[in-house]
């Protein structure tokens, strides 16, 4: 089965807890704190694998969870990281957030690394809250939570060469033709519901070229009228050919009017992407062996030449001419180092610089719950340890200094009332508050 769309959530380990801890030796008083960091947790990245054609991986498998940090412990012991997680994809792959629709990578190069879902930091021991003033602080961190998300990934296959075409156009059986490809066909529309690939040599087997550039070439499921929108079985492959170098554009030319055929083809490219049309294409008039393409043919190539474009006529099913195809094909393409790198650039990872500004809002949920938003506070309320006094006394100092403890009770919050800060749930009291 050619899978080549998934939906997966991921979620990045959380950060291990700080310790608060102190020295306890003979003949040492008062030691002071010695609680060691939690460790970092593991982070999720994708991984380009050459050896990957499909998303067949994320078939089943659709939840991927990363390892948390250690605890930190006393004698200043930090807590080891997580591992790390490694997802391999095949090239062309693209990640989006599936909440947001925002591209995250989008990955052509063979070892290519992209990072989907950062480990939480692991909490701060006491060790680090000790000051002139105040010598034996209990007060450590939590360890943050781990990035969770879900993730849309998209495969476009990286091909040189596409074929595109109405369903029963004869791609298949050209495919067969030209490469060592075998794939399913038959005299019927839609024999071809997945993309096929093959390899394809230029020189032919009675060339004496020498052309040693051997291309790939794609052979995508018919399209029919509308496709762009969602119409047919092709719609879901369009993009498959957004990647390659040259586009084949076969016609079959035994249909009841070529004509209106390559017409339709050629505006389900240009609505899905109007790129596809500036591509190197090559008009493929197919089944040549059959009289009525035989008398369509003088006059489909010369409203083609009138149009500006290159146009051939074969019959994939004899082989006849496939050598002038081939030709053609190879002056379309690059030289052989170039062939030798991805159609596209190295791909594309989006880097965003992580805001920790002090900024906030308030809003008011429903009646009697109010939501404080800001990464700073979100940070400091999930790595607060609410249980211990110190901690919470230092969460609210924190509340006043932002500014936060100001704001909410000009939004006319009351006694009682329900505070949400990320995932932690406070109850407002006149001092101090009380955790839900």
Same mark, same amino acid.
């Given at each position: 089965?050619?899978?080549?769309? $998934?939906?997966?959530?991921? @979620?990045? #380990?959380? +950060? !291990?807890? %700080?310790?608060?801890? &102190?020295?306890?030796?003979? =003949? ?84 290519? $690394?992209?990072?989907?879902? @950062?480990? #939480?930091? +692991? !909490?701060? %021991?006491?060790?680090? &809250?000790?000051?002139?003033? =105040? ?84 052979? $995508? ?8 929108? !969602?119409? %047919? ?204």
């Amino acid at each position: 089965m050619f899978l080549d769309e $998934v939906t997966i959530t991921v @979620r990045a #380990g959380d +950060g !291990g807890d %700080g310790a608060s801890s &102190f020295r306890h030796e003979a =003949h040492v008083p008062r030691g002071g704190p010695d609680g060691g960091d939690g460790g970092r947790g593991g982070s999720i990245h994708v991984r380009v694998d050459a050896g990957q054609t499909t998303l067949r991986d994320f078939r089943f498998k659709h939840h991927f969870k990363a390892t948390s940090g250690g605890r930190g412990s006393g004698s200043r012991r930090h807590g080891a990281a997580g591992e790390e997680l490694t997802l391999d994809i095949p090239p062309g792959t693209a990640i989006y957030d599936d909440a947001t629709g925002e591209l995250l990578a989008d990955l052509v190069a063979v070892g290519q $690394v992209a990072m989907i879902a @950062r480990g #939480g930091r +692991g !909490g701060l %021991g006491n060790t680090h &809250f000790k000051t002139s003033t =105040h010598q034996a602080p209990k007060h450590a961190q939590k360890g943050e939570r781990g990035e969770e998300r879900w993730l849309r990934l998209e495969l476009r296959l990286i091909a040189d060469i596409g074929l595109v075409g109405l369903p029963n156009a004869g791609k298949s059986t050209l495919l067969a033709a030209l490469t060592a490809a075998r794939p399913k066909i038959a005299d019927y529309p839609f024999t071809t519901l997945e993309p096929n690939l093959g390899v394809m040599d230029l020189a032919g087997p009675d060339d004496l070229t020498g052309d040693e550039r051997r291309p790939t070439i794609a052979d $995508v499921p018919g399209l029919i009228e509308g496709a762009s929108m !969602g119409a %047919g079985l092709g719609h879901a492959f369009l993009r498959h050919v957004e990647r390659t170098r040259v586009l084949l554009h076969l016609v079959d030319g035994s249909g009841r009017d070529p004509a209106w055929d390559f017409d339709v083809i050629r505006e389900e490219l240009r609505a899905h992407d109007p790129a596809l049309l500036e591509k190197p294409t090559l008009v493929v008039f197919n089944k040549l062996d059959r009289p009525p393409a035989q008398e369509a043919w003088p006059a489909f190539r010369a409203a083609r030449l009138g149009e500006g474009q290159d146009a051939v006529a074969i019959s994939a099913i004899e082989g006849t001419g496939l050598d002038e195809l081939r030709q053609r094909v190879a002056s379309l393409l690059p030289g052989a180092d170039e062939l030798d790198a991805p159609p596209e650039p190295a791909g594309v990872v989006v880097h965003r610089i992580e805001a920790m500004g002090d900024g906030f809002s308030v809003e008011q949920e429903g009646e009697r719950v109010f939501r404080v938003r800001g990464k700073r506070i979100e940070r400091i309320a999930s790595q607060t340890n609410f249980d211990v006094e110190e901690s919470a006394e230092r969460f609210q100092r924190d509340l006043a200094r932002l500014g936060i403890d100001d704001e909410l009770r000009r939004s006319g919050i009351a006694t009682g009332d329900l505070v949400r800060i990320g995932a932690t749930e406070l109850e407002w009291e006149a001092q101090p508050w009380e955790v839900r």
